[in-house]
């Protein structure tokens, strides 16, 4: 309804031997010319001394920093602002449905 791109996402019930578990379900979105760089990959290539594999706590993983990498990676001005735009929508989000896991491996770029 907000017109934000996204997965299709349903809740699951994992079953790993005598166990079960909730959690969520999603059909992948990459398509076979495509390729899914995960922020933490972005991040590792565009901010100096990132580390990507910090789990919790990234200092460095900021709307500032992700703004950077957006205009660093695309080469068009125009096309960097309209993926910080969407990003931004998935913040804003975010706020509204009340998420806090919105780590540097949990959003991404598509890459022909």
């Known amino acids: 309804m907000l017109g934000i791109p996204h997965a299709t996402v349903e809740l699951a019930e994992f079953r790993e031997e005598h166990q079960k578990r909730r ?9 076979d010319d495509q390729e899914l760089w995960h922020g933490n990959q972005i991040m590792e ?3 100096a001394e990132y580390d990507p594999n910090i789990r ?3 200092a460095d993983h900021s709307f500032e ?4 990498s957006f205009e660093r ?4 001005r125009r ?3 309209k993926n910080g735009t969407v990003f931004a929508g998935y913040l804003i ?5 009340g998420n806090t ?9 598509l890459r022909r």
């Open 45 to 47: 290539w565009t901010v």
């Open 79 to 81: 096309v960097a602002r």
């Open 101 to 109: 896991d919105r780590h540097h491996e949990n959003w991404g770029l």
């Open 93 to 97: 989000l975010d706020a509204v449905i």
């Open 23 to 31: 959690g969520s379900a999603s059909e992948s979105f990459v398509a």
């Open 65 to 68: 920093n992700i703004w950077s």
């Open 73 to 76: 990676i695309f080469n068009e």
């Open 56 to 58: 919790r706590g990234q």
